[in-house]
């Protein structure tokens, strides 16, 4: 997926700026070596960096990163693959935001950080989990397949697993979670009814490969329409966010 990273900043900061209260959970101490997995634009990064730690911000969109080293000249950005990275050295956490639930190799992922960590770090992340955006996801597929479009709307570019399900894959691996929960997060869409559009433009895209201009538009036109009457609140319109978030430490 080629990623807007213009767009991503502007219209979609949400996603790092709920970010900000997982930090909490990674607790960062003075002097640490963590990665960023997923790091996108790179605005947690910056952040785990002015608390005093030495951060690598990884992301396989070669856009993502470009953008990040020009707004944080300062920090360590690199192209990598999630599910296939590897250091010559050892960290103290690896911490993701909004990233795994595109990583579709969840274990190949997940071995990744076993392998990055030191015994005893820690793997702190938030992700989207079971039925996370279900009712826009659903709104979608009936949509795609009244204007005969069924195998677009069959696809899933994202992952959303339970939290039996991801947590078990971590203790799998050799990790023990700490914590654990999933959670609902309705979550604001910017720009009124332009928002349920905006928002499937942006991370969407593989729903609508191939279909013309005019078409598409009147096709995300219904969609919104779909979901207005659950996604209304007092004049804004709030898409159906569910998040997994944990804590494991590497054995």
């Known amino acids: 997926m080629k990623w807007n990273a213009e767009l991503y900043d ?10 900000e209260s997982v930090l909490e959970l990674l607790d960062i101490k003075q002097g640490e070596q963590i990665i960023d997995l997923g790091c996108g634009t790179g605005h947690l990064t910056k952040q785990i960096k002015d608390h005093g730690a030495e951060v690598t911000g990884i992301d396989a969109s070669a856009e993502m990163i ?14 990598a693959d999630g599910a296939n990275f590897h250091f010559n050295k050892a960290f103290d956490a690896v911490f993701s935001n909004a990233a795994l639930h595109w990583m579709h190799k969840a274990d190949d992922v997940i071995k990744c950080v076993y392998d990055s960590l030191k015994p005893g770090g820690r793997f702190v992340a938030e992700m989207g989990g079971k039925d996370n955006n279900k009712h826009m996801i659903t709104a ?32 799998a691996r050799g990790f ?3 914590f ?3 959670f609902d ?16 433009n942006m991370f969407g895209p593989a729903f609508f490969e191939g279909i013309p201009a005019v078409e598409l538009k009147e096709i995300l036109g219904e969609i919104t329409d779909l979901l207005e009457p659950t996604y209304e609140k007092d004049g804004n319109l709030y898409a159906d966010y569910k998040r997994l978030r944990f804590v494991a430490i590497k054995e």
Do not use: C, I, N
């Open 10 to 19: 502007d219209k979609h900061a949400f996603v790092y700026q709920y970010g």
């Open 140 to 171: 979608t597929q009936q949509v795609l397949e009244k204007h005969g479009y069924k195998k677009l709307g069959e696809r899933r570019p994202w992952y959303f697993p339970s939290l039996g399900e991801y947590t078990g894959k971590l203790e």
């Open 176 to 178: 023990r979670v700490t």
């Open 66 to 79: 470009e953008k990040a080293e020009k707004e944080f000249p300062g920090v360590d950005f690199k192209v």
């Open 185 to 200: 997060r309705p979550t604001l869409l910017h720009d009124g009814k332009q928002g349920v559009t905006k928002w499937l």
């Open 180 to 182: 654990a929960a999933h």
